[in-house]
Structure formats: structure tokens, C-alpha cells
């Protein structure tokens, strides 16, 4: 439970660090740091499905925005330019970001073992009471569709709700043109 809380207040934190920062592409990072906080939440919560999800869009969005960032604003020519003070408040927070990450991605990988046995015995329920309770031959659908099914409703949702978004941005920047 406290590893959540701590995962809660660094997601807070990088949500503040997102709109507070001047830089864009700062700030979609540190936006890109809190959905890897959500998806790590999902592990953690024994919800691997959704956390997959959640990393396919993420992945996919940060990927979107950095690029229209790296499109649409000039480069700064003067790349051997002195640090500033922002600056290294940039480095500072990205190093405790990534500090975080490797914190909670051992954190995860020492706990997957004792989540696999419990996971075992979901999935041997599935298969061994699969095609009586719910008469699926296939034990993937009757998994998906009937033991699952509000989850699968939920991550198709997230999944139409990225797509529209990004549909939204593409539609906008089309039009200023």
C-alpha cells in the first residue's frame, strides 16, 4: 500500500511538473512520466491487461507529441550555449524521474513471482471451469467475454478515446494550414 501512495504523489508531482514547466517538450515528458505511473499502478494492482494498454497508448501519445513539438517549433542554433538555471532544474527533476522508474520497476520485478502464483490460480480456474460456466469452447473468448467483459468494454473505450484524440489534434493542425 505505501508503494502506491508514493506512486500517487509522484504521479501528483509529475502532473504539476507538466503544467508548470515552460518547455513543451519537458512538459510532454513529464506528462508521458505519469501515464508510466498509471501503468506501473496497474502492475502493481495485478491488472497486467490494462497496464499493457495503458503503455500502448502512452507510448503512442508521447511518440505524437514529441514529434509535432519537434515540427512545429524552431531549433535553437546556439546548441553550445551555457547551461541556465532552468536547466538544470530540468535535469534534477528528470534525474529524480528516472530514479523513480528504477525504484519501481525493481520494486515490480521482485514482486511479479508471488503475483504469478496468485495469477496461477485464477487461470487454472479458468480452464479447468471455463467451458462449464460458460459454455465457450475457446478459453481466450470466455475469458474475454465473459469473465472479463466490462474490462475489455473499458479498455476498447480507452483505446477509441486515443484514437478520436488524436484524430481531434490531426483534424486541428489540418485546418490551421
Known amino acids: 500500500m505505501l508503494e502506491l501512495i508514493v506512486l500517487l504523489i509522484f504521479m501528483i508531482a509529475a502532473g504539476i511538473v ?5 518547455d513543451l517538450l519537458a512538459s510532454v515528458i513529464a506528462l508521458g512520466a505519469v501515464g508510466f505511473a498509471v501503468a506501473i499502478g496497474f502492475i502493481m494492482l495485478a491488472a497486467p491487461d490494462l497496464a ?3 503503455i500502448v497508448i502512452e507510448v503512442l501519445s508521447v511518440v505524437f507529441f514529441v514529434a ?3 515540427k512545429t517549433t524552431h531549433v ?4 553550445g550555449r551555457p547551461y541556465k538555471g532552468e536547466d538544470v532544474f530540468t535535469f ?3 534525474g529524480l524521474f528516472a530514479l523513480a522508474f528504477v525504484y519501481f520497476g525493481v520494486r515490480l520485478l521482485i514482486n511479479l513471482a508471488p503475483m504469478s502464483r ?3 490460480q485464477v487461470a487454472s480456474h479458468y480452464l479447468t471451469q471455463g467451458l462449464t460456466e460458460t459454455g465457450a469452447v475457446n ?4 475469458v474475454v467475454l465473459d469473465y472479463r467483459a466490462l474490462d475489455t468494454l473499458g479498455e476498447a473505450t480507452v483505446l477509441f478515446t486515443a484514437v478520436i484524440g488524436v484524430l481531434a489534434v490531426l ?3 489540418g485546418r490551421k494550414k
Open 118 to 120: 496468485e495469477l496461477g
Open 52 to 54: 499493457i494498454v495503458q
Open 76 to 79: 535553437d542554433s546556439t546548441l
Open 171 to 173: 483534424r486541428l493542425e
Open 92 to 94: 534534477v527533476v528528470f
Open 18 to 22: 507538466a503544467v508548470e514547466i515552460r
Open 68 to 70: 509535432v513539438i519537434l
Open 139 to 142: 478459453r481466450v473468448t470466455s
